[in-house]
């Protein structure tokens, strides 16, 4: 199983950022994939995650109607297009994977069995 992630970079605040996962090695389609961020000195939290199989989504709080998360299943990625980008998500983005969708959407980090490596955001003031 592998699960890269990409697209983080700096930029200033108000402005956008499109992070990509590309997943391999488990059935996609039966999948939920979640957005983690973890910044200096905290707790990794959730931001978002989607059921591959049916593309139902959650969204913490602080990001709704900022963040969209959606699913290429032909190209079994997860993209997390966030917009409106403020100081306060600047953190380390990783994704990851419950391979069999088995606990449903979620944000407790032990769901998940898979995670990506980490792509950094930093949104400047």
């Known amino acids: 199983v592998q699960l890269q992630a990409s697209g983080g970079g700096l930029v200033q605040a108000g402005g956008s950022l499109r ?18 961020r973890q910044a200096p000195g905290k707790e990794r939290e959730g ?7 049916d593309g139902s989504s959650v969204y913490r709080i602080s990001v709704k109607g900022r963040f969209t998360i959606s699913t290429d299943n ?29 606990n449903g959407l979620s ?10 490596q980490g792509t950094q955001v930093t949104v400047s003031s």
């Open 19 to 36: 992070l990509s996962c590309a997943a391999s090695g488990f059935s996609f389609d039966d999948a939920v994939i979640g957005w983690f």
């Open 47 to 53: 931001v978002s995650c989607i059921s591959a199989s």
């Open 74 to 102: 032909a190209k079994n990625t997860v993209y997390l297009q966030m917009n409106s980008l403020k100081p306060e998500d600047t953190a380390v983005y990783y994704c990851a994977a419950d391979s069999d969708g088995g």
């Open 107 to 116: 944000f407790d980090k032990g769901e998940y069995g898979y995670w990506g």
